[in-house]
């Protein structure tokens, strides 16, 4: 998508607004920052149980959730599976986005869902370009895996 053309993200602005869940991204974003990060997210839509990332990925994907559900799962040191879900208005791949590390867990569509991807090189031309916006981003980001570590249920979350 080239970078002239607006996305449209309302319906993105209105999950992050309106989400209740313990893990929620709160929306620091103003409206013309809104603006300003729309040319550097890409949108994802996945199908019911198609996966969006695998345990131990590489990449550094940060994905905002705009519709749907995700199940987080992976198997712990006693081949038991943990499962988590995570709806609109909260972010995934938050974990390896900071820590440079593979991916903690397997996320997968538990129904049809839409997110909005940045890239981490995305993210580092945008926080050259514009800090402020690039800094709430961080901010959001860090909220979300501080409150999924504080909640024992929804640490396997943080991916």
């Known amino acids: 998508m080239s970078a002239s053309t607006p996305q449209d993200l309302s319906a993105l602005i209105q999950a992050m607004t309106s989400s209740v869940a313990s893990d929620n991204a709160q929306n620091l974003l103003t409206a013309s920052q809104w603006e300003m990060l729309a040319p550097y997210l890409v ?6 149980s198609e996966v969006l990332f695998a345990e ?32 609109p208005g909260s972010l995934v791949g938050e974990g390896a ?13 538990a129904a049809p869902s839409r997110l909005w991807c940045l890239t981490a090189l995305r993210y580092s031309e945008l926080a050259n370009r514009q800090p402020a916006l690039g800094l709430a981003l961080v901010t959001m980001a860090g909220q979300v895996l501080a409150r999924r570590s504080i909640d024992s249920r929804r640490r396997v979350a943080s991916t």
């Open 43 to 48: 949108p994802v839509n996945l199908n019911g």
């Open 56 to 87: 131990g990925a590489l990449d550094r994907n940060l994905y905002m959730v705009e519709s749907g559900s995700l199940s987080v799962h992976y198997q712990d040191s006693k081949e038991r599976i943990r499962l988590a879900l995570i709806g």
């Open 97 to 109: 986005f900071f820590a440079h590390r593979p991916r903690r867990a397997t996320v997968q569509a």
